[in-house]
């Protein structure tokens, strides 16, 4: 699959067969993860692989509901065979000399971000799905699985086969977002 047809074509899956994944494929999933950039190449990044159903259910329960009420992702926490959690290392990122480099402090986000993109788009590559998920209580995720000290949760993500096949959603065209020389020129 070319990159551009995975970044074009993967969707938020929310509904997953319970079928398992095997270590190959998991291993290419978070090979991908590895290879992303990170600030100085510090790859502060973490990964939890998730697989027990008791656990994943606990974690299902750190959800928190959005406005329409439960929060859908829950379940796919509970049907997937796999969960990955993304975690952090903190203070590492963003510094230069000692100190972080710029007015965004620790670059910890940006960079589990990059590697939460090369994951999902190489999950989708494969035929797996992925629902990229941050609502949720971090501090809870991190006390049940053990997370140390100086380190965070910030990301998870099911994954497994898709269950549904979710459609395209609307897009801004590259005139609302892409400005010449200068913001909003």
């Known amino acids: 699959m070319e990159i551009s047809e995975a970044i074009m074509n993967r969707r938020s899956i929310r509904r997953m067969k319970s079928d398992p994944i095997d270590e190959e494929t998991l291993g290419k999933v978070l ?6 950039p990170s600030w100085k190449n510090t ?12 656990t994943r259910s606990e974690i ?3 959800m928190i509901s959005g406005r329409s ?10 049907q997937a065979p796999v969960l990955i959690v993304a975690c952090a ?7 230069n000399a000692g ?5 965004k402090g620790d670059w910890y986000m940006y960079d589990v971000a990059l590697a939460m993109q090369n994951l999902v788009l190489e999950a989708h590559s494969l035929g797996l799905g992925t629902v990229h998920l941050g609502l ?24 497994g086969y898709p269950d549904e096949t979710p459609g395209t959603v609307p897009r801004k065209e590259l005139s609302e ?3 010449n020389e200068k913001f909003g020129g």
């Open 177 to 179: 977002i892409v400005f």
């Open 69 to 78: 009420g439960e929060n859908p992702s829950a379940n796919a926490i509970k």
């Open 89 to 95: 290392e903190l203070g590492k990122s963003g510094q």
């Open 60 to 62: 299902a329960d750190c």
């Open 31 to 36: 090979e991908a993860a590895r290879w992303a």
């Open 99 to 103: 100190d972080f480099a710029t007015d």
């Open 136 to 159: 949720f209580d971090a501090r809870k995720v991190a006390e049940i699985l053990g997370v140390t000290k100086g380190f965070c949760v910030v990301a998870m993500t099911p994954l």
């Open 43 to 54: 790859q502060c990044w973490r990964f939890v692989v998730v697989r027990d159903n008791s």
